[in-house]
């Protein structure tokens, strides 16, 4: 296992942004604007993004493979960083996103429903991240529906081998070879209906994300169903969109992905932002990898707290940005809490 990275000073920049980025008090961290405010000089959204980016980048070390783009003011979507974007890398969670579209694209298909009723039986709960391993006790019926929500918004490990029996591991990757994914596959076992996630690229990670909040990658049907929970505001707070209002975080569609290999820990983390109207406006797509800190999966994980300065960075830059032209838009419900009854 890898020791502590030390965390590195931000480079390339001005000492004022720098500092500005590394104090733990600063507006950055606390979610204000204060990045566009101490950058010397107009400079664009764009290149807002690629300083913080690098700075954040810097701090965390390891090593990064990325992809964001974003639209411009004419709704045409652009390269903003590409550091490494075609690295063949373990998605870790990240990868439940693909596992999903596989799922919901047999339901397109009419091969399966999100109403499909499933037993949940002890010998199937796998630990880790979750929250059917918590109950103790099992016997269950779950739905399909039940153990995707389970998959994306708390990144339930179990519901993975769910995922499994209703679409095998072979059967999965032949979904994501047909739409066009080079890269992106799960690694099949002797049992084919389990595999590990498998591994991924940041720009095919980008190119899914994109198809499905513009909801070309499945049908619209399938697509609000995948994004109403990867953007509900009780999924992962910690990286991107911890420096963010209820309201803003639920214009983030988010997933995480951690674990650790020989090299050290991975942290990622990849999603989409939407304007006001509900159009996808910036994607991004951050794997680290050869990271310290091995065993903190928390929000004071260097990387993590990469993604969070990043997070309100991102979305400060696109906030002027409305995409006028977006072929598809997607909305979720003002969060209202409920006292019971």
């Not at 996630?197 to 990658?217: F, S």
Request: glycine letters at 10%; a positive charge.
């Amino acid at each position: 296992m890898a020791k502590h990275v030390s965390r590195r000073a931000a480079i390339g920049v001005g000492a004022a942004a720098a500092a500005l980025v590394a104090a733990p008090g600063s507006a950055a961290a606390s979610g204000g604007a204060a990045v566009a405010e101490t950058v010397a000089g107009p400079v664009g959204p764009q290149e807002l993004i690629r300083r913080a980016y690098r700075q954040q980048k810097a701090r965390a070390g390891g090593v990064w493979h990325s992809h964001i783009a974003m639209v411009d003011s004419a709704g045409a979507l652009q390269s903003v960083v590409e550091d490494d974007a075609d690295r063949v890398t373990h998605g870790y969670s990240v990868q439940k996103l693909a596992v999903a579209v596989a799922v919901m694209d047999k339901i397109d298909r009419g091969e399966l429903a999100l109403g499909q009723r499933l037993d949940l039986t002890g010998d199937i709960i796998l630990g880790g991240s979750g929250i059917y391993f918590l109950q103790t006790v099992w016997g269950d019926e779950v739905t399909v529906a039940n153990f995707l929500t389970a998959m994306l918004l708390v990144s339930d490990n179990t519901a993975v081998r769910m995922c499994g029996r209703v679409v095998p591991a072979l059967e999965i990757n032949q979904i994501l070879a047909a739409k066009g994914f080079t890269h992106t596959r799960v690694e099949p076992v002797a049992n084919p209906n389990r595999f590990f996630l498998g591994v991924t690229t940041p720009r095919e990670t980008h190119d899914l994300l994109w198809r499905l909040a513009n909801k070309t990658l499945l049908s619209t049907r399938s697509s609000d169903f995948l994004l109403g929970i990867l953007r509900w505001i009780n999924g992962y707070h910690d990286g991107v969109r911890r420096n963010m209002s209820s309201a803003e975080r639920s214009r983030v569609a988010t997933k995480y992905g951690a674990d650790f290999d020989a090299s050290g820990a991975a942290r990622h983390e990849a999603g989409i932002m939407f304007d006001a109207t509900g159009a996808p406006t910036l994607t991004y797509a951050l794997f680290a990898d050869s990271l310290g800190d091995l065993d903190n999966y928390g929000a004071t994980h260097p990387a993590v707290q990469a993604h969070a300065v990043l997070g309100r960075a991102m979305f400060d830059a696109v906030g002027p940005v409305t995409n006028r032209v977006a072929r598809s838009r997607h909305s979720v419900r003002q969060f209202r809490p409920v006292n019971g009854g």
